[in-house]
């Protein structure tokens, strides 16, 4: 069960929900490119050449280091819900420590968003809430932000 299920009153509406968007995963698809060219140098290497044991220690590294990315992203991506309701937004970060916040719909005085050449592409973007008292929420690579925006905003 999603924390938000669990937090959310009986007589409140879903109306937008999202997570962040995969190009979090931009490191670990970087490290597997990388182990592709170390691949490809090692299939041109005779194997008693010098070269190929640094080849081959350089292609454990870069693929652990791709492991460790991936599940990095992952357990963000995963552990990352934000959801817009009639009455608040509540975020929550993190599947062990956990980071939540929420903010009351009527409390939001704008919501800013920015979004890069590639993030207007792929669909992904940073949204700002600010709410009264000068509390601000920074989300960083929501996917989906426009819409996140609009919904906020029609709440």
Known sequence: MKYYQRVIRPDERVAFFCSIHWIVYWAAIGFLVLDVVILLLLA???????????ETVALIACTALALLAFLRAYSRRIGTEIVVTDRRIIFKRGLIARHTVEMNVSKIETVDVEQSLLGRVLGYGDVVIRGTGGTFEPLLRVDHPLDLRSAILVG
Do not use: E, K, L, R
Not at 44 to 54: E, K, R
């Open 44 to 54: 041109g290497t005779p194997s008693g050449d010098n070269w190929h044991a640094v």
